[in-house]
């Protein structure tokens, strides 16, 4: 899937791998999530394949090695026309630690809970606020990048408003386990 990533990314302008890395984190975040360990060797693979091109440039009097800028080939464009056409592989999974250990959170410190939970919404805020002014600049580029920067931020809104409604919810159940005098301990999964 990465490769295919790429050379989407490509199809608008040529990038050094760091740009690409940012890119998918900045503005697909929402999508899935890489490292640079998946970056270097598909551009390798996709180079050694014939599938992009790399030139090494200067950096301008900079120390350091030379930067790879990569462009996609016409077969690169033509292996990425036909992924296009194939249907989806499988349907979208959401993977997030932070939902992973929240369905066990009833097992530990509530105090501490509340501050990871007040930590994510910070974190969706901010991300929120980067995507709406993004928002403006997707609405130049084609339709399908602006819906999906538009999936974005939907879904941003919509981590937020469960964050804060859960945070409510577990508040409240502390507060009436408090009043009734009940300890809290194991509970069973609903």
């Known amino acids: ?17 760091y ?16 490292n640079y360990g998946q970056i270097y060797p598909n551009l390798k693979k996709l180079y050694e394949d014939g599938l992009i091109s790399m ?10 090695p030379t ?13 990425f026309s036909r992924w296009l056409e194939e249907s989806p592989e499988k349907p979208m999974l959401l993977r997030d630690p932070f939902l992973m ?17 007040d930590n994510q919404i910070n974190r969706y805020e901010n ?18 990048v602006r819906l999906i920067a538009e999936l974005g931020t939907s879904l ?13 919810e577990i508040l409240k159940d502390e507060r009436e386990n408090t009043e009734r005098g009940i300890k809290t301990g194991k509970r069973r999964i609903a």
């Not at 690409?20 to 899935?32: A, L, S, T, V």
């Not at 790879?68 to 016409?74: E, M, P």
């Not at 929120?128 to 580029?141: A, E, G, I, S």
């Open 19 to 34: 740009r690409i890395k940012e890119h998918i984190e900045q503005n697909f975040g929402h999508m899935w999530s890489i």
């Open 55 to 64: 030139t090494e440039m200067n950096q301008n009097g900079q120390k350091g």
């Open 127 to 144: 991300d929120l606020k980067r995507r709406r002014k993004n928002l403006k600049r997707w609405d130049k580029n084609s339709i399908y």
């Open 67 to 79: 930067r790879k800028l990569y462009a996609i080939t016409v077969k690169g464009k033509e292996e």
């Open 1 to 17: 899937m990465i490769r295919y990533a790429i050379l989407g990314l490509l199809h608008y302008k040529d990038m050094h791998g």
């Open 156 to 168: 941003n809104e919509m981590f937020i408003t469960w964050l804060k409604h859960s945070k409510e």
């Open 101 to 117: 250990r929240f369905v066990f959170y009833g097992f530990g410190d509530k105090n501490r809970f509340v501050e990871i939970i």
